[in-house]
């Protein structure tokens, strides 16, 4: 169902985001998430189809590139965003854009192979079924180690001014080079080894090659692999639910009132992706700064003490099926998660972000802010590769 050569992003999106528009793809839904469709990949992604190209400009364009040896112009891309999106990613200059591009980061971004012992790919903590994150309190990294911190979906990352809970990385690009790196892909040092053995495999050489302008044989950096693994993250965009159709029941429409007003939500959970950006003292996992295990968050990037145990605002797209919540996954459900954020905080260690109260709501509007936020689940699903069964991670 997907050309992957299709030159702009509106194939893309309607892949993506088809079930949504109409509601009427229950079958295109089912069919991206099935998980094991290995001949559904090879047509729709494996191949560079040369006779699509002719409709392909970004394609035309990254030959041209591969003549002159420039780097692959971004014109030809064109967002078609869904609605309620009102602001497309914002795109390096060092990364532009293509469907070349974008395709080899979709394959990428669910091979196993990219992480240190083939257990893993991006896509095993950022799976359709668990709301494009893990279903874990805390992450399982290869090896089945313990990581410190909540997965985040992966929806409209490409809108997030600054990456992960604690905004430590400033675009995807270094997100995805600490994703390699770190304990969720394992790698350590070995990047430029891994992406350079990726970057030789048959099925990939052609796809780098196309995606960047290179000339045969070149070989292949952490920098390709993270620009391919960015281009691709900002393709996956959050946008047509049910809120933004203005299709919610009734709970959901008083929950919208109450969250855009008197429950203060939207102070923080700000514009169209639900987040200022900024980061706030919420008191979820806060406790004294040396105390073991102590999760600083902003305040251990920053190295400024008033910033400890603030975390950035998340997006509360697909907030609804993304439990468990907050940076440690300390609380279970999403009612629990309203509560907490409607009482004020956790006030146990220390003052909370100022725009945090006691909201003082009863038990049938905390209901309607969970109705509201269920109004806000995300219609698309990433389009699967391959088996992504992992042992410990749900799903897939
Ligand atoms: C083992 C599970 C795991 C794997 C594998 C994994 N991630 Fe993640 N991802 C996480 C966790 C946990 C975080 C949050 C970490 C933090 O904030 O310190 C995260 C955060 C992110 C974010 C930032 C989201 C936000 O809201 O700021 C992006 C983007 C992302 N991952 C993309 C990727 C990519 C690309 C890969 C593959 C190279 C990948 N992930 C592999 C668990 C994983
Ligand atoms: C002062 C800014 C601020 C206000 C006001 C605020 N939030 Fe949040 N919210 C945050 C931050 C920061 C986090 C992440 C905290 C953490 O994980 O440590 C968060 C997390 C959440 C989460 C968990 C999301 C996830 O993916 O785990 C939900 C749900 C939520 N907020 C809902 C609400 C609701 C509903 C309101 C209004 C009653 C509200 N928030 C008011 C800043 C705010």
Same mark, same amino acid.
């Given at each position: 169902?997907?050309?992957?050569?299709?030159?702009?992003?509106?194939?893309?999106?309607?892949?993506?985001?088809?079930?949504?528009?109409?509601?009427?793809?229950?079958?295109?839904?089912?069919?991206?998430?099935?998980?094991?469709?290995?001949?559904?990949?090879?047509?729709?992604?494996?191949?560079?189809?040369?006779?699509?190209?002719?409709?392909?400009?970004?394609?035309?364009?990254?030959?041209?590139?591969?003549?002159?040896? &420039?780097?692959?112009? =971004?014109?030809?891309?064109?967002?078609?965003?869904?609605?309620?999106?009102?602001?497309?990613?914002?795109?390096?200059?060092?990364?532009?854009?293509?469907?070349?591009?974008?395709?080899?980061?979709?394959?990428?971004?669910?091979?196993?192979?990219?992480?240190?012992?083939?257990?893993?790919?991006?896509?095993?903590?950022?799976?359709?079924?668990?709301?494009? =994150?893990?279903?874990?309190?805390?992450?399982?990294?290869?090896?089945?180690?313990?990581?410190?911190?909540?997965?985040?979906?992966?929806?409209?990352?490409?809108?997030?001014?600054?990456?992960?809970?604690?905004?430590?990385?400033?675009?995807?690009?270094?997100?995805?080079?600490?994703?390699?790196?770190?304990?969720?892909?394992?790698?350590?040092?070995?990047?430029?080894?891994?992406?350079?053995?990726?970057?030789?495999?048959?099925?990939?050489?052609? @796809?780098? @090659?196309?995606?960047?302008?290179?000339?045969?044989?070149?070989?292949?950096?952490?920098?390709?692999?993270?620009?391919?693994?960015?281009?691709?993250?900002?393709? /996956?965009?959050?946008?047509?639910?049910?809120?933004?159709?203005?299709?919610?029941?009734?709970?959901?429409?008083?929950?919208?009132?109450?969250?855009?007003?008197?429950?203060?939500?939207?102070?923080?959970? @700000?514009?169209?992706?639900?987040?200022?950006?900024?980061?706030? $003292?919420?008191?979820?996992?806060?406790?004294?700064?040396?105390?073991?295990? =102590?999760?600083?968050?902003?305040?251990?990037?920053?190295?400024?003490?008033?910033?400890?145990?603030?975390?950035?605002?998340?997006?509360?797209?697909?907030?609804?099926?993304?439990?468990?919540?907050?940076?440690?996954?300390?609380?279970?459900? /999403?009612?629990?998660?309203? $509560?907490?954020?409607?009482?004020?905080?956790?006030?146990?260690?220390?003052?909370?972000?100022?725009?945090?109260?006691?909201?003082?709501?009863?038990?049938?509007?905390?209901?309607?802010?969970?109705?509201?936020?269920?109004?806000?689940?995300?219609?698309?699903?990433?389009?699967?590769?391959?088996?992504?069964?992992?042992?410990?991670?749900?799903? &897939?």
């Amino acid at each position: 169902m997907l050309n992957g050569n299709a030159a702009t992003i509106a194939a893309l999106a309607l892949t993506l985001l088809a079930p949504a528009c109409g509601g009427n793809a229950p079958d295109a839904k089912g069919e991206a998430k099935t998980a094991a469709k290995p001949d559904a990949k090879t047509t729709a992604k494996a191949d560079a189809k040369p006779d699509d190209k002719a409709d392909g400009k970004a394609d035309d364009k990254a030959d041209d590139a591969v003549d002159d040896g &420039a780097a692959t112009p =971004a014109a030809a891309w064109s967002w078609q965003l869904p609605t309620g999106i009102h602001t497309p990613p914002k795109v390096p200059d060092d990364n532009p854009m293509s469907a070349a591009k974008v395709e080899l980061g979709h394959r990428l971004f669910m091979d196993k192979r990219l992480s240190v012992d083939g257990s893993r790919s991006c896509y095993s903590c950022h799976q359709n079924e668990l709301g494009n =994150a893990d279903g874990r309190a805390k992450a399982l990294g290869p090896g089945n180690k313990d990581l410190p911190r909540n997965s985040p979906t992966i929806w409209n990352v490409g809108l997030l001014s600054a990456l992960y809970w604690d905004g430590r990385a400033a675009d995807l690009e270094a997100q995805g080079l600490g994703a390699l790196k770190g304990g969720n892909m394992g790698l350590g040092d070995g990047v430029e080894a891994k992406a350079a053995e990726i970057g030789a495999l048959p099925e990939y050489a052609d @796809a780098f @090659a196309k995606a960047f302008g290179l000339a045969p044989g070149t070989a292949i950096t952490g920098k390709h692999v993270t620009q391919a693994l960015s281009a691709y993250e900002r393709t /996956l965009l959050c946008g047509d639910t049910a809120h933004d159709r203005d299709a919610q029941d009734e709970a959901a429409k008083r929950g919208w009132a109450l969250f855009s007003t008197t429950a203060g939500c939207i102070t923080c959970h @700000a514009q169209d992706n639900f987040t200022d950006g900024l980061f706030h $003292r919420t008191g979820i996992g806060a406790s004294e700064p040396a105390a073991e295990g =102590a999760d600083l968050g902003r305040g251990k990037i920053s190295s400024n003490a008033d910033e400890n145990f603030m975390f950035r605002t998340p997006t509360l797209r697909n907030v609804a099926r993304t439990a468990p919540y907050f940076h440690d996954g300390s609380v279970a459900t /999403l009612e629990e998660a309203v $509560r907490i954020m409607a009482g004020g905080g956790v006030r146990d260690h220390g003052p909370v972000d100022a725009n945090l109260l006691d909201r003082k709501l009863t038990d049938d509007q905390i209901a309607d802010l969970v109705a509201f936020l269920k109004s806000l689940d995300c219609p698309g699903a990433l389009e699967v590769i391959g088996d992504q069964k992992v042992d410990g991670i749900g799903g &897939a």
